[in-house]
């Protein structure tokens, strides 16, 4: 599974970004695909779930101003970020994650920069 994420870049706060994921196979093979983050100095985060049932979830910092999304004609996954705080500033990454025989699986695609300045 190949993940490419897109989308980030320098926003002021308050201001919008949306980002996006592009995934190689379809999302219906995947049992969750979710937004993490690395802030500087700081350990990765998992900000958004997108559960295959439809099931969504996000870190209290970002509940009311995030929404995760996707698109399954297109394989896409998107986070769309709202009110944007200097605190929001990170490399996102695109996650997905699936079942297998082993147990879980995660598939990851290099990050994209936010960050959020005025």
């Known amino acids: 599974v190949q993940l490419q994420a897109s989308g980030g870049g320098l926003v002021q706060p308050g201001g919008s970004l949306r980002l996006s994921c592009a995934a190689s196979?379809?999302?219906?093979?995947?049992?969750?695909m979710n937004w993490y983050r690395r802030a500087p100095g700081k350990q990765r985060e998992l900000v958004a779930i997108?559960?295959?049932?439809?099931?969504?979830d996000y870190v209290d910092s970002v509940r009311g101003r995030f929404t995760i999304s996707r698109d399954n004609a297109e394989n896409m996954l998107y986070l769309q970020m709202n009110n944007l705080k200097p605190e929001d500033t990170a490399i996102y990454y695109c996650?997905?994650?699936?079942?297998?025989?082993?147990?879980?699986?995660?598939?990851w695609g290099h990050g994209t920069q936010v960050t959020v300045s005025s």
């Open positions: 996650n997905a994650r699936r079942a297998t025989i082993t147990g879980l699986q995660d598939y």
């Open positions: 196979i379809s999302m219906s093979s995947l049992n969750s």
């Open positions: 997108l559960a295959i049932t439809g099931f969504t």
